[in-house]
């Protein structure tokens, strides 16, 4: 491994100067970790201001020394007979070798190196480039297809490099993992989320992180955010993406939408601190708009699609869809926008549409009136099986997938009567051989849920004429490919992204064995879903 000489130093400004006396005491390890003010300790040691990274608490519980700048959970390990020198850890991973220099009434933390090994490991081998493959598993590889007993995955750093059958002929330096009787599935993948609505409000970091973990232990590999501030959603999907905190890759949206559309209290949290309809990432748009200019600015946000979104006719639907292909951008829709109706997204050529009951806003023509409303809501609106069957062969000839986010009426009785609406859409969708992803529009409680939504919207797809094979095709190929992914992830497949999720049980017999999870493996990184549950106090 190469190592890499930093001459950058981070001024630490002393506003209770103790640090000299901590740093010199005779201990072997302690964890430096964000505190939050509800967070139990016996004796504050000492308050520091970094420079870039804010406010430094080291605290002092139990006899170890805790503490850490806001958005890192870092391990600290004294370096044998080096005074004040530390080898930082993040996540087992060494990453720097760093030490406190005191000058004047300052103390300098000098970054001496920088380095990816494991604990542990002498300086020049690196652990996760070692080839580790996975033995004697039934493989599900998201196609649809079905399940390959006695399978072999070779997975080199973050890269799926090779899958054999029955004896494969394995490399003796290689990492065997024994996983007979276990089952291996695609990383799943929510195809829609909102995770920053509202940063200062209820999507605040760590409510938001510890979201993303409780995804990601859930076997969620990836996520598509389908609004939010576009500020928040870039550097959650950076961290996210290089693995810096425990969460699934994040790829979000920029919203287009009719400037009324802007009123909207959801807009206003996603866009405080600017204008929304201004903003890059909340577009308003009217006949005059420049669109190339608009959609390079949402480019620019680092969003994957533009998200068509409300209140646009069919004219500048189809202009922004044009648009956003030529940038080489995914474009998504609500089914209606209104006065858009389904077949104007359809015609215009966006890749995913959303919610599966307002396919009816095609039959109704517009806005429903309050005779319609009432009928919907009671489920008892009378389908014009015509118009239904246009939209769906259109969407084959098209290939438009369907995001139909039945979790999201489930949880609602009001929503009994547009629910009963939604499940018969996506009945006949898959009947006809409309794509069906796997998008959640939910939440869950990490607390208090053992899984993610996801497992929840898989079950009710199972409920609503997809078998449990087409279900985990669902959440893993066509959840990538309503990203754009599709080439690099979402199959088991040699030369892709090493996204998978290791079941102690088998999922083609039971949807409610895709809970059953010993270990997510994204981006090549192997992670303990029984410890993560240990941790929580997940019940059995």
Partial sequence: MKIISLTLTIALIVTTFTFPTFAEKNFSSQTIQTQTQDTEYDELVGKYLVSQLGEFVIVKKNGKLFGGPAGQELEFIPVKNEKLKFEIYRNSSLFARVKFVKRGEKIILELLMQGFTRRGEKQTVNKFKKLKVLKNVTLIDGTGGSPIPNSSIFIQENKITKIAKGNADIPKDAKVIDLSGKFVIPGLIDAHTHVATDPSGSNTRPNTEAMLKHNLYGGVVAMRDMAGDARTLADLSRVANLDEIEAPNLYYSAVFAGPRF???????????????????????????????????????????????????????????????????????????????????????GVNVVSHANMFVMQQIGGRPNKTQREQLMKGEFEIDEAVLNKIINKMVEKDVILDATLLVYSKNQRLNGVFKLAKEFVRKANKAGVPIAAGTDAFANPQTDKLPPIHEEIKLLTENGLSLLEAIKSATFVSAKAIGIEKTHGTIKEGKTANLVILNKNPTQDVSNLGSIQTVIKNGKFYNREKYAKEMKYKN
């Fill in 262 to 348: 802007f009123n909207d209290r959801r807009t206003k949290a996603s866009g405080k601190g600017v204008t929304p309809g201004d903003a890059p990432w909340l577009r308003g748009v009217t006949k005059d708009t420049n669109i190339p200019l608009a959609v390079a600015m949402a480019k620019g946000t680092g969003a994957t699609g533009i998200k068509i979104y409300a209140s646009l006719p069919a004219e500048e639907i189809k202009r922004i869809a044009e648009e956003a292909r030529k940038q080489n951008m995914q474009v998504w829709a609500h089914f209606a926008i209104m006065p858009g109706l389904p077949l104007d997204n359809i015609d215009a």
